[in-house]
């Protein structure tokens, strides 16, 4: 029984497979880069490129204000450290974002390369033959003469003058035009390439540090005098920094002094002295509000402003425990500033100050604020705290705010101490503390400072997609045909056109050929 069954299975040969052939390695390879680099595909990827950005409006970015992402952090206890491991507190350089970022990039490589290798092919083809049966397309006119004479010559000097390419067959022009509709296609996106590119080059060899500069003092463009810098991926440190350095010699602001905008920012400018390079003569600039100072590829913009009381800080001892300017951060649009003064060496206790900085200040049913952002009537509040001295950590803090959690705020009959000071008074610290002044007050101004080399590159692959959507939309490819041939002992003339695209004036473009081309006693017409 069994060879039998052997016999049966043998003649009938070998078994079908039921289900679909195995693809296989290359086959799956070749599968998924088709599918990469569909059209489709690269508008997902366009599409998530944009909703990847969304996280980098919306949440702090370390790149640009790192104390921001600081005080997310410590506010957000549960939902920071989820932010934190999904990178989105450095959205632009998450593995997620450079992820789709790559991937777009190949797909439109993928898409450009075999379209441009079509395009050129179809550059150089010569218009197609009439077909068959012209009645059947969109555009259509015939009319019959007695003789064909020059008609095909006036068809080939119209569609010339129309800038049609021209090729002619056996009784017959065959006409085409809108080749840089496709052109345009392309260009697109090559302009695509061209600006991830940029944006690629910039992010790789590119910078961008901020810094706060109270006026009167200067700044050298290494590293370690930034207060934030944030490198490209292929920086190499201080040697790729450009060796300039400048000083902020004065600062001026305008505001609107009366009416319903009563407050408005009208003009600032930065005073600057800068050197290119150590051993290069001194230069001054005028630093305005997006008006950079170029200096060897780097750019230093002018973000913002502010005021930096100078405060005279005496521990208990009688020594000078702090001495100079605290620049205080504007909290309102009227420059109500908050900001902190640490004299951790004041002995025999550490002293440390919290409060308000106001430019003009009144009092109001919640105390001193300030009404208007120019320096009329400038006022510190402060309130203090102290410590026992605490070893040296090494652990970096930030200037402006104050670890209170080993301090004590003081009291005065069995109150918490506040002091309201005018330039140039002075207050004693209570358990004889100390002293603090408030000697004056100085402006400070917010640089930044960044080199992106690939903007140039970026801002042609925008131009350049600009340019191609514009002959995409705008260009119409066409292809007309005009016939001549003899039927029953008439010559009859047919001229036809179509649209490789949405039809736009088709029908008025045949009509006024053919207007063109009959002969002006020509009575007998038909018109489909």
């Known amino acids: 029984m069994t060879e039998v069954k052997d016999r049966i299975a043998a003649a009938s040969g070998p078994e079908e497979p039921s289900g679909p052939p195995a693809l296989g390695l290359v086959g799956w390879l070749r599968w998924t880069w088709r599918q990469l680099t569909s059209m489709k595909t690269a508008l997902v990827l366009l599409f998530l490129l944009a909703l990847g950005a969304v996280p ?44 789709i970022y790559l991937l777009l990039f190949i797909s439109l490589i993928g898409c ?22 012209l009645n059947r397309l969109p555009g259509y006119q015939r009319f019959e003469i ?25 009784g017959a022009v065959a006409a085409e035009r809108g ?22 080059w910039g992010s790789l060899f590119g910078y961008r540090g901020t810094v706060l500069v109270v006026v009167g003092n200067g700044f050298s463009n290494s590293v370690a005098q930034y207060d934030d810098f944030t490198p490209g991926r292929a920086f190499s440190g201080d040697d790729d920094l450009p060796p300039f350095s400048l000083t902020v010699k004065d600062f001026e602001a305008k505001f609107q002094e009366d009416g319903p905008q009563k407050g408005a920012a009208r003009e600032f400018k930065a005073q600057l002295a800068y050197q290119e390079t150590p051993d290069a003569p001194e230069k001054s600039y005028e630093l305005l509000v997006n008006h950079p100072l170029k200096l060897d590829g780097s750019s230093v913009y002018l973000l913002g402003h502010g005021y930096a009381p100078r405060v ?10 702090f001495s100079g300017p605290a620049p205080f951060l504007p909290q309102d649009t009227n420059f109500s500033s908050f900001g902190v003064i640490k004299a951790p060496d004041a002995r025999p206790m550490t002293l440390g100050f919290e409060g308000f900085f106001l430019p003009t200040a009144v009092i109001g049913q919640n105390g001193p604020v300030s009404v208007f952002p120019d320096s009329l009537n400038p006022a510190l509040v402060l309130t203090g705290y102290y410590g026992r001295p605490q070893p040296e950590t090494g652990k970096p803090e930030s200037v402006y705010q104050l670890d209170k959690s080993k301090l004590t ?20 610290l209570p358990d004889k503390a100390g002293s603090l002044t408030f000697d004056g007050y100085s402006r400070w101004v917010k640089l930044q400072i ?3 080399p690939g903007t140039d590159l970026a801002l042609a692959g925008i131009l350049l997609a600009i340019l191609g959507l514009m002959g995409s939309l705008f260009v119409h490819p066409r292809r007309t045909w005009v016939r001549v041939r003899e039927q029953d002992g008439r010559t009859v003339v047919e001229v036809a056109g179509l ?23 020509s009575s007998n017409e038909e018109q489909s």
């Open 179 to 200: 080749y840089l509709r496709e052109a345009g296609n392309l260009l697109f996106h090559f302009s695509l390439i061209l600006a991830l590119i940029g944006v690629a």
């Open 312 to 321: 005279t800080v005496r521990d208990g001892q009688g020594n000078v425990a």
């Open 56 to 99: 980098g409006s919306l949440v702090p970015q370390t790149a640009i204000d790192p104390i921001k992402v600081s005080d997310f952090l410590a506010a957000h206890k549960t939902l920071g450290p989820i932010y934190d491991k999904l990178g989105l507190f450095d959205v632009y350089k998450s593995a997620w974002f450079s992820a």
């Open 409 to 428: 705020q003081f009291e005065q009959n069995k109150d918490k101490w506040r002091v309201q000071l005018a330039p140039g008074q002075s207050t004693q």
């Open 450 to 452: 960044s080199h992106t």
């Open 112 to 133: 450009v390369v075999p379209r441009l290798s079509v395009y050129l092919r179809a550059l150089r083809a010569r218009p197609p033959k009439p077909p068959r049966n």
């Open 146 to 170: 007695d003789d064909a004479g020059d008609v095909l010559a006036v068809a080939t000097r119209e569609l010339k003058r129309r800038r049609f390419r021209i090729e002619s067959y056996d």
């Open 499 to 521: 649209d490789r695209g949405p039809e736009r004036g088709l029908g008025d473009e045949i009509q006024a050929i053919t207007d063109r081309l009959k002969p002006a006693d």
